[in-house]
T-cell receptor
Framework: GENVEQHPSTLSVQEGDSAVIKCTYS??????FPWYKQELGKGPQLIID?????GEKKDQRIAVTLNKTAKHFSLHITETQPEDSAVYFC???????????FGKGITLSVRP | GAGVSQTPSNKVTEKGKYVELRCDPI?????LYWYRQSLGQGPEFLIY????????DSGLPNDRFFAVRPEGSVSTLKIQRTERGDSAVYLC????????????FGSGTRLTVV
């Protein structure tokens, strides 16, 4: 089955700096890669996603890049703010209505 | 409702007892998923419903776990003979059918087995 790994497990950045979080996956059939943000006591919230026919997607301060050959994808957050502090999960699946396989998560801390 | 609602938000039960966890998906969402999240881990898939039927229950850890969705809306996750290892946050998510892959998660039920 699919195996998704995230590195590093924690990341601390200064407010205003950029943060990059990387994920690798094992199943070459995976074609959908979402990123979720989870705040304490809440469920994961989808922040951006990318499909395998696209190499990059941007949404304001957030972007995701995908390298299918290397089987890795990354979340890029620019101009970080304290409210970006949370746990971020990457995930992968084979498409509509199939289960997501999540990474273990990374705790991002943005220092004011 | 506006989002996915899960009740109760917290449940403490004694080892060996039976528990039911409820999920109300977003109105009109036909796909419903249950995940389990242990401390410091990502969510792990348990079961997926498309309408009333379980399309994939491969993530249920053993036969103590069972889930239903009799009318294609509300779902109940049932755990028999609870064990301390069942302690986790149980998350429910829903999505619209046919390719809308962005789940909306509820806030979860924190289950503690003592």
């Amino acid at each position: 089955g699919e195996n998704v790994e995230q590195h590093p497990s924690t990341l601390s950045v200064q407010e205003g700096d950029s943060a990059v979080i990387k994920c690798t996956y094992s199943d070459s059939a995976s074609n959908y890669f979402p990123w979720y943000k989870q705040e304490l006591g809440k469920g994961p919230q989808l922040i951006i996603d990318i499909r395998s026919n696209v190499g990059e997607k941007k949404d304001q301060r957030i972007a995701v890049t995908l390298n299918k050959t290397a089987k890795h994808f990354s979340l890029h957050i620019t101009e970080t703010q304290p409210e970006d502090s949370a746990v971020y999960f990457c995930a992968a699946n084979r498409g509509a209505n199939s289960k997501l396989t999540f990474g273990k998560g990374i705790t991002l801390s943005v220092r004011p | 409702g506006a989002g996915v609602s899960q009740t109760p938000s917290n449940k403490v039960t004694e080892k060996g007892k039976y528990v039911e966890l409820r999920c109300d998906p977003i109105s009109g969402h036909t796909a419903l998923y249950w995940y389990r999240q242990s401390l410091g881990q990502g969510p792990e898939f348990l079961i997926y419903f498309q309408g009333t039927g379980a399309a994939d229950d491969s993530g249920l850890p053993n036969d103590r776990f069972f889930a239903v969705r009799p009318e294609g809306s509300v779902s109940t996750l049932k755990i028999q003979r609870t064990e301390r290892g069942d302690s986790a946050v149980y998350l429910c998510a829903s999505s619209s059918s046919q390719g809308a892959l962005g789940y909306t998660f509820g806030s979860g039920t924190r289950l503690t087995v003592v």
